[in-house]
């Protein structure tokens, strides 16, 4: 049975979700399922669906993991090449992981950067997903159509 592009990504972003919830369980893993689901919400169809469910698993958790603990108008960013055994995912590129305040243009810069520096760049995903945090760890989430006053938008590039 064909199933159309946006019935695969629903498809697979539903999996990635329950896998979260029963890999952690509790507060903790209700949070992180719900990020997975805000990370690719917005994500088009073409650019996730060719992606195997384990890697699109393990770099979304990746930067779960990676932005879970951070200050407001910290950056963070991360440049790296997973594998198995010192991240749980792996990929054939390297990934630059960025989380902070969301401001305009970081895209833009950061690909802008990339091009100059020739260096191609295969797949962006760039939700920004409005967070509370409590000593700095995330406590709360909420889509960019909500905008609870406790909440700010973060930016996961």
Known sequence: ????????KNELIKGLV??????????????AAQFIGLYFDRVPPADIVEHGHNALYGSALAHWNF??????????VRVY??????????????????????MPFLVDSVAAELGRCEIPVLLII????NVQRKDGAIVALGGADTTPIE?????FL
Do not use: C
């Open 1 to 8: 049975m064909f199933h159309g592009a946006d019935e695969q």
């Open 18 to 31: 329950e896998e979260t919830k029963e890999r952690f369980g509790g507060p903790q893993g209700a949070l």
């Open 67 to 76: 932005a879970a603990q951070r200050q407001p108008g910290e950056t963070k």
């Open 81 to 102: 090449n997973p594998s198995l055994e010192e991240y749980g995912w792996k990929s054939d590129h390297t990934v630059v992981e960025i989380a902070n305040d969301d």
């Open 126 to 129: 760039h939700p920004v997903i």
């Open 151 to 155: 909440m700010t938008g973060e930016s």
